[in-house]
């Protein structure tokens, strides 16, 4: 069946065939407990499948069959992990199709960008994989007396927190390098969102991974995903999600002093200078914030923009704004929907108290629904104009399709402007002036930075945030560092 085959099957019935029933544990998907939830399609606000609410007992087998897999696996040669990781890749291309399909009917998103977030996620195994047997350490120099030498050795079990808004590639850029530096995995979708990660569960066994390497629960946050906080078998915790939980799971982990990796939210700016091109500002700034429904933690939600060039790139900007079409992720959109019915409500939220202030909204500014079918959650792309630094639009991380533009004058200004606020996970910088680029990029306090193209980069490099966007880096060499811990080893050669 081609992709299109699968997506107008679901259509037409509202169901999707196979679907796991269960968590994935020790290799298998495991009868659950009764207790079920209903997940919904947000391109329809219909549900249309049940998955599992996972106790403590279930998340106890869980790290149970991790702690037992994770003991052989960092025997296992660099050599045949890094063998095993490129099955994965390959398993996950096989699969690309039905995968893309039950991301898009889990979280909203449209085809295009789940057929993307899979590739993402395959490429993550691959890169990985080639990591698996290049984890070297160094000798030191400490002068004839001694020999001496690091060795970079796994964690053990690692647990995962898994958000909504890309459920498979979060998956991918934490299992990937896990399993790469000898670690075992359990892992705890969203709430909204607990499909992708059972099916890739199943879709690594397939390939090879060894029982209980890669374990799934599913459940509420405050159920499953506290007690994988407060267990001292898990010994690094990556979470990804918003500040507050973040903070919460941080003081769970503090007793165990378990490690962590936060990735949480952004407001992060796109800077567009005078002498840049308007309509390259404009179309980097369109796709920075209305990609997957500006549900994204490093969406370019700000734009700051000189006063001289401000009122091109927004008529440009506006004009492509009012044109998107929202509709169901599966009939190629220009963009999806809202993953859930509170999300939703949130960002109207939002948008409602900015009218309210007497914000300058240049276009959309409420709820929509799919323009086919008259159903769905979904928000109209969004820009509010001329924002001073302290407004909540300006402050708040909205998580949704609404840009909050600033304008300045000075690359003094700029700077600040961008500086000020709680977050610092991405920038973008528009300019033809090279010089001004890399000063304006040393004097930003975030994680990454790029010039001339919002979303330049890849999985190759480093992300993570500074402030309350996080700490420790995912992707790139450095994912690897928070699922290895060093050794030094020194030797005395006196005879
Ligand atoms: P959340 O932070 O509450 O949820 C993220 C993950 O944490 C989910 O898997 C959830 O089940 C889990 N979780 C929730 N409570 C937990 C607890 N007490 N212990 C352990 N795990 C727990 O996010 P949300 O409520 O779904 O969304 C709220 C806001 O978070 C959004 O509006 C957005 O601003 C932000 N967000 C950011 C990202 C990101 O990529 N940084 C992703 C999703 C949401």
């Not at 169901?328 to 109207?348: V, Y």
């Not at 769905?376 to 630094?389: H, S, Y």
């Not at 811990?485 to 030797?491: N, P, R």
Request: contains cysteine; glycine residues 10%; negative net charge.
């Amino acid at each position: 069946m081609t992709v299109q085959d699968i997506a107008q099957d679901y259509l037409k019935t509202g169901k999707l065939a196979c679907l796991p029933d269960g968590h994935f544990i020790d290799g298998r998907i495991t009868a659950a407990s009764n207790r079920k939830m209903e997940s919904f399609d947000p391109g329809r606000a219909e549900a249309f499948a049940e998955f599992s609410l996972g106790t403590e007992a279930d998340m106890d087998r869980a790290i149970e069959a991790a702690e037992k897999a994770a003991k052989h696996w960092r025997q296992v040669a660099p050599g045949e992990r890094c063998r095993i990781l490129n099955a994965v890749a390959r398993v996950l291309r096989e699969n690309a199709d039905r995968l893309s399909v039950i991301e898009v009917i889990d979280s909203g998103k449209t085809l295009a960008e789940a057929c993307g977030d899979v590739q993402a996620s395959a490429r993550l195994f691959e890169y990985y994989a080639g990591a698996a047997d290049k984890l070297d350490g160094r000798s030191v120099n400490l002068g004839p007396a001694y020999t001496a030498f690091t060795v970079r050795e796994p964690v053990g079990v690692t647990g995962h927190i898994i958000p909504w808004n890309y459920p498979t590639s979060t998956f991918a850029r934490g299992v990937a390098p896990a399993l790469a530096a000898g670690c075992s995995v359990v892992a705890k979708p969203a709430e909204t969102t607990p499909f992708t990660a059972l099916v890739m569960a199943e879709l690594l066994s397939e390939a090879g991974v060894p029982d209980g390497l890669v374990n799934v629960v599913t459940g509420l946050g405050t159920d499953v995903g506290a007690k994988m906080a407060q267990d001292p078998r898990i010994k690094q915790l990556t979470f990804t999600g918003s500040v507050t939980t973040g903070v919460d799971v941080a003081r769970m982990a503090a007793p165990n002093v378990t490690r962590l990796t936060l990735e949480l939210g952004g407001k992060s700016p796109l800077i567009a200078f005078e002498d840049a091109d308007p309509e390259k500002v404009a179309d980097g700034a369109y796709w920075a914030i209305f990609s997957n429904s500006g549900q994204i933690c490093s969406a370019g939600s700000r734009l700051i923009v000189h006063k001289s060039i401000r009122d091109e790139v927004l008529a440009i900007l506006a004009d492509r704004a009012r044109k998107i079409k929202t509709a169901h992720g599966l009939t190629a959109p220009d963009m999806g929907a809202i993953n859930s019915d509170l999300h939703l409500s949130r960002i109207k939220a939002h948008v409602d108290a900015a009218k309210a202030r007497g914000a300058n909204i240049l276009t959309g500014g409420d709820v929509t629904t799919d323009v086919q079918t008259g159903k769905g959650w979904f928000f109209q792309p969004t820009i509010i104009a001329d924002l001073e630094p302290d407004d909540p639009a300006v402050q708040e991380e909205i998580f949704g399709p609404v840009l909050a533009v600033q304008n300045f004058e000075t690359e003094e200004e700029a700077v600040a402007l961008a500086n000020g606020t709680q977050f610092g996970l991405v920038a973008g910088v528009y300019t033809n002036d090279v010089g001004r680029s890399m000063r304006v990029a040393a004097a930003l306090d975030c994680g990454q930075v790029s010039v001339n193209d919002y979303w330049a980069g890849g999985l190759e490099l480093p992300f993570g945030g500074n402030k309350k966007s996080g700490y420790g880096r995912e992707k790139g060499w450095e994912g690897l560092d928070a699922y290895t811990k060093v050794k030094s080893i020194t030797i005395s050669n006196a005879s």
